[in-house]
């Protein structure tokens, strides 16, 4: 087995957790349907694993279509005066600790 291919599957599952395990649970079927000879596991194994393709295609698309957000919320104005905060100053009679 390749080396880089554990970590192709570590990396792609954490990236999309929800559908690595629909192709994970998919391909169990799919085997253990084509290895005992039950074509309705086998089918249904097949079926799984294309929907998450679909459905991780589907999300890529959408992904792409958000538009990205144009600027920061600002939280205060931007013309504040400087004098609206007080300023901070060490007092000499009690030193920090």
Same mark, same amino acid.
Request: aromatic share 8%; charged share 10%; hydrophobic share 40%.
């Given at each position: 087995m390749n080396a880089l291919m554990p970590r192709f599957l570590k990396s $792609? &599952?954490?990236k999309e957790p +929800? !559908? %690595?395990f629909i192709v +994970? /649970? #998919?391909a169990v079927d799919a085997v253990i349907g084509g290895v005992d000879? %039950?074509?309705s596991l086998l089918t249904f194994g097949v079926a799984m694993v #294309? +929907?998450? +393709?679909a459905l991780r295609w589907w999300q890529q698309q959408q992904?792409? /279509?958000e538009p990205q957000? *144009?600027? $920061? *919320?600002? &939280?205060?104005?931007? @013309? %504040?005066p400087r004098t609206a905060l007080? !300023?901070? @100053?060490? @007092?000499k009679h009690n030193p920090p600790r």
């Open positions: $792609a &599952y954490r +929800i !559908t %690595s +994970i /649970v #998919g000879q %039950s074509w #294309g +929907i998450a +393709i992904q792409e /279509v957000p *144009q600027k $920061a *919320q600002r &939280y205060l104005p931007a @013309s %504040s007080p !300023t901070l @100053s060490a @007092s």
